[in-house]
């Protein structure tokens, strides 16, 4: 069984950055497509990034130019790099893995506990 367990969010200010990272216990991430999702107070769900297991990327209109994500198979760790942050990018931050590097949360079997990311002055 896969556990993913996320790290690195926080209050950042507008223009800040920020770097998330989730790690995975018990399995390898190596033959899992990985995603970024967020969910904002009253808001549905919605797909941030995914990355395939040899470094395809996919990002949401709304973070592309501003996001990174990236993945390292030796230490099962999957990034999102943050740049660039503004107000509506608050959110809880969840990773999940699946078999497609697509943003629609269905198809994602596993899942984090979340992050919470506010930017904020």
């Known amino acids: 069984q896969l556990q993913l367990v996320e790290s690195g969010g926080g209050l950042v200010q507008p223009g800040g950055s920020l770097r998330l990272s989730c790690a995975a216990s018990?399995?390898?991430?190596?033959?899992?497509?990985m995603g970024w999702f967020r969910q904002a107070p009253g808001q549905e769900r919605e797909g941030v990034s995914a990355?395939?297991?040899?470094?395809?990327?996919n990002y949401a209109d709304s973070v592309k130019g501003r996001f990174t994500i990236s993945r390292d198979n030796a230490k099962k760790t999957v990034y999102l790099q943050m740049n660039s942050l503004k107000a509506e990018d608050t959110a809880i931050y969840y990773c999940?893995?699946?078999?497609?590097?697509?943003?629609?949360?269905?198809?994602?079997?596993?899942w984090g506990q979340g992050t919470q990311v506010t930017v904020s002055s």
């Open positions: 999940a893995s699946g078999r497609l590097p697509v943003l629609s949360a269905a198809h994602y079997n596993y």
């Open positions: 018990r399995a390898t991430l190596d033959t899992y497509a």
């Open positions: 990355i395939t297991s040899d470094g395809s990327t």
